[in-house]
């Protein structure tokens, strides 16, 4: 230890440390291996960040344009129906799906497929949150990842195409198949396989 201009320094030695790294940096193989184990860690972690902001812009996108098409419709037709969907860049859109403490919301589109996975959430099946059987929706990685960490209790909204709103809340420990009037929400892969269950009861 000494001191200079009032610092103290500390020098730390680990005996053989230098050894090992003059060894280290002269091993090629040790080298090689560990660029290309942070070279596939930088890749994942730039695909996972890259996907969760496609999905978001996307999302995005699909919903300003949703929401000017139910507005110009409206002109028309001032009494919309809560059944009605509208069509947007060939995509069928049913209602809106937002966690208001998240501050994100979602259209939903009316199938899961090849042309909507990638784009928002996906009803799977043909049944609204109004109707007693409830409504399944698929949803896309940058939304799923967010309800990783919800708790029990999260509000969640429903907002058909006329702009009324359905209000549920998260529970955790739902063993049922069904919950009359609730809502749904899978973590699938692109094939539709579901790996989670997140399950928004009536409030």
């Known amino acids: 230890?000494?001191?200079?201009?009032?610092?103290?320094?500390?020098?730390?030695?680990?005996?053989?440390?230098?050894?090992?790294?003059?060894?280290?940096?002269n091993n090629k193989k040790i080298k090689y291996f560990t660029i290309g184990i942070l070279f596939i860690i930088i890749v994942v972690l730039?695909?996972?960040?890259?996907?969760?902001?496609?999905?978001?812009?996307?999302a995005k996108k699909?919903?300003?344009?949703?929401?000017?098409?139910?507005?110009?419709?409206?002109?028309?037709?001032?009494?919309?129906?809560r059944n009605t969907f509208i069509t947007v860049d060939n995509?069928?859109?049913?209602?809106?799906?937002?966690?208001?403490?998240?501050?994100?919301?979602?259209?939903?589109?009316?199938?899961?497929?090849?042309?909507?996975?990638?784009?928002?959430?996906c009803r799977s099946g043909d049944k609204m949150p109004w109707d007693l059987e409830g409504m399944t929706i698929y949803g896309i990685d940058s939304f799923t990842r967010v309800l990783e960490d919800i708790e029990?209790?999260?509000?969640?909204?429903?907002?058909?195409?006329?702009?009324?709103?359905?209000?549920?809340?998260?529970?955790k420990n739902i063993k049922k198949k069904v919950v009359d009037y609730g809502i749904k929400i899978c973590s699938v892969d692109k094939e539709g396989e579901v790996n989670k269950e997140y399950w928004f009861v009536k409030k």
Request: aromatic share 12%.
């Open 46 to 58: 730039f695909t996972v960040v890259e996907n969760g902001t496609g999905d978001r812009k996307r």
């Open 91 to 121: 995509k069928v859109v049913v209602g809106f799906i937002s966690l208001p403490n998240k501050q994100i919301k979602y259209p939903v589109i009316n199938t899961f497929n090849d042309n909507t996975n990638t784009y928002s959430l």
């Open 152 to 171: 029990s209790g999260e509000k969640l909204e429903f907002e058909d195409v006329t702009g009324k709103k359905y209000q549920y809340k998260y529970e």
């Open 62 to 81: 699909l919903e300003k344009a949703a929401e000017n098409e139910i507005v110009s419709i409206k002109k028309k037709i001032p009494k919309m129906d």
């Open 1 to 25: 230890m000494k001191t200079e201009g009032g610092a103290v320094f500390i020098n730390i030695r680990f005996p053989g440390m230098n050894k090992f790294l003059k060894k280290y940096r």
